[in-house]
């Protein structure tokens, strides 16, 4: 293999993934529309309700370093992860603050959590006494399952919760519950979230009952937020993960309008290749694409090991010069195609954008996680680390059409 100095690169020509004139696909976030967003959910919550940032699964794709740093600055001094290593990787990039572990970390690590000044979730009683059995001190939240039946010691385990509380050991920093409902509208499943909530309003009394402090409570995420904002018991903090950036779950244009939500990302692909193709002619993997006249298609260097969901195949457009080019055909690995017969001045080098504004056209994340089949918490989560992230701050204004 040569060297760099052997292909006479230049340092700059080795950087090129982080230039958008030359990556072959790129995400740009804007950390102005951060800002409002957090400006808007601040405004949903009581004064004394702090903001604890989900931060994980790489900030769902916006790049959870550069976020972290964002919202540190704006005064969010608590940030939510999923594992051991996200909130590791956070600490050593000096993040400060609270940085709760909302998973599983086995007890062994307990040092590792200590050394780091973590908080870890303390997911069911067992897991409270296997750190107590570690003779580590470990600063826990203790999460209650009041439904959902994921995580948690049950609500109705009053025994088992105050014995997590007065574990020798374990640093109380917290308890929470999480609402697995809060995102519907439906009748039964708002009487089923506010009955949530009130038995966790009833644990909390019962804790007192009996003698042992109360912890400092959390059980609103995005939806609870929204749907949920006043209600009892007064919280310490809420959890905002999809909100944060700008998007709702699913489509929901009302609220979105309501709430007045900036999207944070936008994501991009060069165009490589245009082509022609005569009628009848197939394109890509399995040949599901025929085309039904003479088409042009562009290949666009972007694909499903980008985060760009499979079940796109053949649905839903991409935008180039402010117009609509339809996914023709499946999604590769490194490339997908698109129908650009109606944008004729499509050439190779011009720049996609899969989710963002071109022209008086824009595409949302929940317009391509609908076209996918799925929720814009997964699209974008998934979205790869061969994405370069850059900053619309830092003077990549042109990188949008």
């Known amino acids: 293999m040569k060297t760099a100095k052997e292909t006479n690169f230049t340092k700059e020509e080795l950087l090129f993934p982080n230039r958008p004139e030359t990556a072959r696909a790129w995400i740009v976030t804007d950390p102005a529309a951060l800002a409002h967003n957090l400006s808007v959910l601040r405004s949903l919550l009581s004064p004394d309700c702090r903001i604890m940032a989900v931060v994980k699964a790489n900030a769902y794709g916006h790049g959870d370093l550069e976020t972290a740093r964002r919202l540190s600055g704006l005064g969010v001094d608590s ?9 590791v990787r956070l600490r050593k990039a000096k993040i400060s603050g609270e940085i709760l572990i909302l998973g ?8 590792v959590l200590s050394k780091y000044h973590l ?12 750190f107590c059995q570690s003779s580590s001190p470990v ?87 929204l749907n949920y904002p006043l209600e009892k018991p007064k ?17 929901a244009d009302e609220k979105r309008q309501n709430l007045s939500l900036r999207p944070v990302l936008s994501l991009f692909a060069r165009v490589v290749c245009v082509r022609a193709v005569s009628a009848l002619e197939t394109v890509g993997y399995g040949r599901t694409y025929r085309a039904p006249s003479p088409r042009k298609i562009a290949v666009l260097s972007i694909g499903y090991a980008d985060g760009i969901p499979r079940s796109l195949s053949g649905k839903g457009y991409v935008l180039l010069h402010g117009k609509k080019a339809p996914v023709a055909g499946r999604i590769c690995m490194d490339q997908m195609t698109v ?47 061969r994405l370069p992230r850059l900053s619309a701050e830092k003077g990549c204004s042109e990188t949008f059409p």
């Open 79 to 87: 940030f939510a992860v999923a594992t051991l290593d996200e909130a």
């Open 104 to 111: 599983f970390t086995p007890a062994p690590l307990a040092p």
């Open 119 to 130: 908080s870890q979730t303390v997911v069911s009683l067992s897991h409270a006494r296997s």
């Open 139 to 225: 600063r826990v939240h203790v999460a209650v399952d009041t439904g959902m039946h994921r995580l948690g010691i049950p609500v109705q385990d009053t025994d088992g919760v105050c014995q997590a509380l007065s574990m020798p050991w374990l640093q109380i920093a917290g308890m929470f519950t999480h609402l697995c409902a809060a995102d519907s509208p439906l009748p039964d499943d708002r009487v089923f979230t506010l009955e949530q909530i009130h038995s966790f309003q009833k644990l909390s009394q019962r804790i007192r009952a009996r003698g042992l402090p109360v912890p400092p409570l959390h059980y609103q995420s995005s939806y609870g937020i």
């Open 235 to 251: 919280a310490a903090w809420a959890r905002p993960g999809i909100l944060l950036y700008g998007c709702l779950s699913e489509n």
């Open 339 to 385: 129908d650009v017969t109606g944008i004729p001045e499509t050439a190779c080098g011009d720049t996609a954008v899969l989710i963002g504004q071109s022209g008086n056209r824009r595409i949302l994340a929940e317009d391509l996680a609908g076209w996918a089949g799925t929720i814009t918490n997964e699209l974008l989560s998934r979205l790869g680390p």
